[in-house]
């Protein structure tokens, strides 16, 4: 048996094949090139791993992936497919899919096809971040746009009040700033995906991005407004 190939960041794309509310969302045309392709260029530009693999049910996103330049030796099964599949089990199948094929790894980066606005610099940071320090995950975060502590919610009677009553009369900079997930890529050790480590603890840290370069993509209005920051990207690239 041959000796296994010890290769130190691994990144690994969960692609399904069933995307509802944008149809066929991982392949479609992104400006022109399948949105895939677009995220394993951002990749393979970082530097930062050794191999670039995705995990696809579907064999046109795996003939896309591997002409983009990504590796797709195994299939996804069903049962990690469907709607209810979750990441940390889709990224731990893959890592030990890989490892029944000889290549071991110290890290992973879980990276959603749809992370077009990240930069290849990001991947670069959120590695150095991992491997400086004994946390579990890196991943990408921003802050909300509004204190979360001034947020309403609709009584049953329709009207409002306060979540947190206390911060009525609060200025708004006196206040803890907060994060929500930017939900484009996770920098993770090889125990922490396969143990199912939580995301967000103290052994996480934030890579924090700029509000304008995280866009969801859940929407075929979200589609064309992540195109719209993407092209301006490419003019002004320095810029946040």
């Given at each position: 048996?041959?000796?296994?190939?010890?290769?130190?960041?691994?990144?690994?794309?969960?692609?399904?094949?069933?995307?509802?509310?944008?149809?066929?969302?991982?392949?479609?045309?992104?400006?022109?090139?399948?949105?895939?392709a677009?995220?394993?260029?951002?990749?393979?530009?970082?530097?930062?791993?050794?191999g670039i693999?995705?995990?696809?049910?579907?064999?046109?996103i795996?003939?896309?992936?591997?002409?983009?330049?990504?590796?797709?030796?195994?299939?996804r099964?069903?049962?990690?497919?469907?709607?209810?599949?979750?990441?940390?089990?889709?990224?731990?199948?893959?890592?030990?899919?890989m490892?029944?094929l000889?290549v071991?790894?110290a890290?992973?980066?879980?990276?959603?096809?749809?992370?077009?606005?990240?930069r290849?610099?990001?991947?670069?940071?959120?590695?150095?971040?991992?491997?400086?320090?004994?946390?579990?995950?890196?991943?990408?975060?921003t802050?909300?746009?509004?204190?979360?502590?001034?947020?309403l919610?609709?009584?049953?009677d329709?009207?409002?009040?306060?979540?947190?009553?206390?911060h009525?009369?609060?200025?708004?900079?006196d206040?803890?700033?907060?994060?929500?997930?930017?939900?484009?890529?996770?920098?993770?050790?090889?125990a922490?995906?396969?143990?199912?480590?939580?995301?967000?603890?103290?052994?996480?840290?934030?890579?924090?991005?700029?509000?304008?370069?995280?866009?969801?993509?859940?929407?075929?209005?979200?589609?064309?407004?992540?195109?719209?920051?993407?092209?301006?990207?490419?003019?002004?690239?320095r810029?946040?």
């Amino acid at each position: 048996m041959s000796e296994p190939v010890r290769q130190d960041a691994l990144a690994i794309i969960p692609a399904r094949g069933g995307s509802k509310r944008v149809p066929r969302k991982n392949i479609k045309a992104f400006l022109g090139m399948p949105m895939l392709a677009r995220t394993v260029g951002l990749l393979q530009a970082s530097g930062a791993f050794s191999g670039i693999v995705v995990s696809t049910d579907d064999d046109e996103i795996a003939a896309i992936a591997t002409q983009a330049g990504a590796l797709v030796p195994f299939r996804r099964p069903p049962e990690l497919s469907n709607d209810m599949a979750a990441t940390l089990p889709v990224i731990a199948h893959a890592i030990r899919e890989m490892e029944a094929l000889g290549v071991t790894t110290a890290s992973v980066c879980c990276v959603y096809p749809a992370a077009v606005l990240s930069r290849p610099e990001d991947y670069t940071r959120a590695r150095e971040l991992l491997g400086s320090s004994d946390l579990d995950f890196v991943f990408t975060a921003t802050s909300f746009g509004f204190p979360i502590q001034r947020a309403l919610r609709r009584t049953p009677d329709g009207r409002c009040e306060m979540f947190q009553l206390e911060h009525r009369l609060t200025r708004s900079q006196d206040l803890e700033p907060a994060f929500h997930d930017a939900g484009q890529f996770y920098f993770g050790t090889r125990a922490a995906w396969l143990e199912g480590r939580p995301f967000f603890g103290h052994r996480s840290a934030m890579l924090e991005l700029p509000r304008w370069r995280v866009q969801d993509i859940d929407t075929l209005e979200d589609w064309e407004r992540a195109e719209m920051i993407f092209q301006l990207l490419q003019k002004e690239p320095r810029i946040g």
